[in-house]
């Protein structure tokens, strides 16, 4: 039987990027968080993310840590081309070797399709999706804030269809 005073050293890992983390978590389950097995710099967010693990009920910790090498590799959203370049950066660091050539690699690649699509072709990425230009009719519409009828003019869209291996991770 744990005591109320007696510590526990469980091994868990950041809910959010996967990041191993060491608790010691008592019987009132009051935590503390540390970086390394040998228990030395306590902390109260992950070291990765930064995120507040102290909020986070200990039950979510992540036990698994095949679920937690998958969050590793896409360690948080990615809203933006610097964290892009990150994601991209830590899925094959040593295939870029820097997060300077990481960015050229996906500056290029953002280049080369702003380039096929602006000319009109549509571009096919195996495993992705495939990105077309349609274009869209001319129509009938209504002014949001006066609610009279306008006339929306024909004009070119990008469509992304996703490919099947997408269709089923996101389904599942």
Not at 39 to 49: F, G, H, L
Not at 112 to 138: M, N, P
Request: glycine share 6%; aromatic share 8%.
């Amino acid at each position: 039987m744990v005591e109320p005073n007696d510590l526990v050293c469980v091994t868990r890992y950041c809910p959010n990027c996967g990041t191993e983390i060491f608790c010691r978590s008592d019987y009132e389950k009051h935590r503390v968080f540390y970086l390394s097995e040998d228990m030395a710099d306590p902390t109260r967010s992950c070291p990765q993310c930064e995120f507040n693990l102290v909020s986070v009920p200990f039950e979510l910790l992540l036990e698994d840590p095949d679920l937690a090498m998958e969050r590793r590799l896409l360690p948080f959203r990615v809203r933006t081309g610097r964290r892009l370049v990150e994601a991209v950066f830590r899925r094959q660091p040593d295939l870029f070797g820097t997060k300077a050539a990481t960015k050229k690699a996906v500056d290029a690649i953002g280049a080369v399709l702003f380039d096929v699509l602006s000319t009109g072709e549509g571009v096919r990425w195996s495993g992705l999706g495939s990105f077309k230009i349609q274009q869209r009719k001319a129509r009938r519409g209504r002014d949001p804030r006066s609610g009279r009828e306008i006339q929306i003019p024909a004009k070119k869209v990008i469509r992304f269809t996703p490919a099947k291996a997408l269709k089923e991770k996101l389904n599942s």
